[in-house]
């Protein structure tokens, strides 16, 4: 790219809209080195500010650069106009370069079909066009050649990019007792600015994260829901005198995302008939627990709703004492 701007007397504006975002960062550095880094030459590189000048428009190119999950984000708040210096313009060619990775999808198709509502000349470039989104081997060299580093530590990625990475730091002469390949779960230690040959570990385990809660849902409470999202809820209301155990009003069965409500009347009186056969048993039987009730109804019905329909819905006997 650098060459074919300098070709084309074009100048690279480097634009990140991320505050965390590492390309200037990456180009301050390589600034403050001896042996270059980055071989572009400081007269094609431009300045943020440059963007903002109409009449230099046609000799930029920009690069907007930031991390798979925030680029499309940042594509929409472009379009919109939420940028100040950023703004797309008849003339301009605009090409998409950024992979579409699992969980993304959404947010790329929306960015790329407003990108096309839009004047500008638009280039959207597959996946398979694409480098993946792991350091390649020269991206590691730069890296280690900018930093110099004594211990090398790679964490990006799977095992497999642990050890691969690990054979570029080789190659770049860092001793092979300055790398350590951890394993998550892993602790090392440095003492003194050393490695410590030693590893603690702790142990780990998913995390599940929902809404505002972190950790806070149960396995117990993914199967529930996973019901609810195949098979649906069946609610069953019944009210009984708090002494006699009598039944005192009409049972009611509610259902919802279960099965088509003309379908089911047959399914709801077996539904009824068992929750209350089984109520009426429970007032011989003092030993029992309202609880113990509640647990037979589900059991039953349970069975009964697998057998007739082949279905698992959550179900919820719910008993009023009066």
């Not at 594509?75 to 370069?97: E, Y």
């Not at 000349?121 to 890296?143: F, G, T």
């Not at 080789?170 to 050393?194: L, P, Q, R």
Request: contains cysteine; neutral net charge.
């Amino acid at each position: 790219m650098a060459q074919l701007a300098k070709k084309y007397n074009r100048k690279i504006c480097f634009y990140g809209r991320d505050k965390y975002d590492n390309t200037n960062s990456l180009m301050r550095i390589a600034k403050n080195k001896k042996k270059p880094i980055l071989d572009i030459h400081p007269a094609c590189i431009g300045d943020n500010n440059d963007i903002q000048k109409n009449k230099d428009n046609d000799k930029l190119v920009v690069l907007l650069s930031g991390s798979p999950r925030r680029i499309y984000h940042d594509i929409l708040d472009i379009i919109d106009g939420g940028d100040d210096k950023l703004k797309l313009q008849d003339s301009d060619t605009f090409i998409v370069a950024s992979p579409v990775l699992p969980g993304t999808e959404k947010i790329a198709n929306r960015a790329i079909n407003e990108l096309y509502k839009t004047d500008t000349h638009i280039h959207v470039l597959k996946n398979k066009e694409l480098q993946s989104m792991h350091a390649s081997e020269e991206d590691i060299k730069v890296l280690i050649q900018i930093l110099n580093p004594k211990y090398f530590v790679p964490i990006k990625g799977e095992y497999q990019h642990f050890i691969a990475a690990s054979d570029v730091a080789k190659k770049m002469n860092i001793n092979d007792g300055h790398i350590a390949i951890v394993d998550n779960g892993e602790m090392i230690t440095f003492k003194d600015g050393k490695l410590q040959s030693y590893r603690d570990s702790i142990t780990i385990e998913d995390v599940m994260i929902d809404g505002l809660g972190i950790g806070d849902v149960g396995v117990k409470v993914i199967d529930d829901r996973n019901q609810l999202q195949n098979d649906g809820v069946v609610i069953i209301g019944m009210t009984i005198d708090g002494k006699t155990r009598e039944i005192v009003a009409n049972t009611d069965v509610q259902t919802r995302g279960f099965i088509y409500l003309k379908d089911s009347e047959n399914v709801v009186k077996g539904i009824m008939n068992i929750a209350e056969t089984e109520l009426e048993s429970y007032k011989n039987k003092t030993e029992e627990d309202i609880r113990d009730v509640r647990q037979n109804i589900k059991d039953k019905v349970n069975k009964y709703i697998i057998k007739e329909t082949g279905k698992r819905p959550v179900i919820l006997p719910v008993i009023i004492e009066l």
